[in-house]
């Protein structure tokens, strides 16, 4: 499974920053993308998710100020980070569950390389 995250990068206090994700291959489908963060010291921790059939799950600290969007057609999903908080800090992982290859090979879990995000002044 590839999937490739791009966008991180050095923000300061409340600025914004858009990571993007992309799943590659010959996909059937799957079932949920989203995104994970771990900061320095910390678990990995849900940011946001999005279903195949479109249901959204923003992480508290997400909500009002993030956006996660999906392109189930080109299999690639994006987080919209705004208003960003230094302990916004952290790698930044994408996620799918559910990865069905049209040769018929399954996934359940799969992680991207992960990007990291910096919030400092």
């Known amino acids: 499974v590839q999937l490739q995250a791009f966008g991180g990068g050095l923000v300061q206090p409340g600025g914004s920053l858009t990571l993007s994700c992309a799943a590659s291959g010959s996909i059937s489908r799957i079932n949920v993308m989203g995104w994970y963060r771990r900061a320095a010291g910390k678990q990995r921790e849900l940011v946001a998710d999005?279903?195949?059939?479109?249901?959204?799950t923003y992480a508290d600290p997400a909500k009002g100020r993030f956006t996660i969007s999906r392109d189930n057609a080109k299999n690639t999903v994006t987080l919209q980070m705004n208003s960003l908080k230094l302990e916004d800090t952290a790698v930044y992982y994408c996620?799918?569950?559910?990865?069905?290859?049209?040769?018929?090979?399954?996934?359940?879990?799969?992680w991207g390389q992960g990007t990291l995000v910096t919030v400092s002044s």
């Open positions: 996620n799918a569950k559910g990865l069905k290859y049209v040769s018929g090979d399954y996934f359940a879990n799969s």
């Open positions: 999005f279903t195949r059939g479109g249901m959204i």
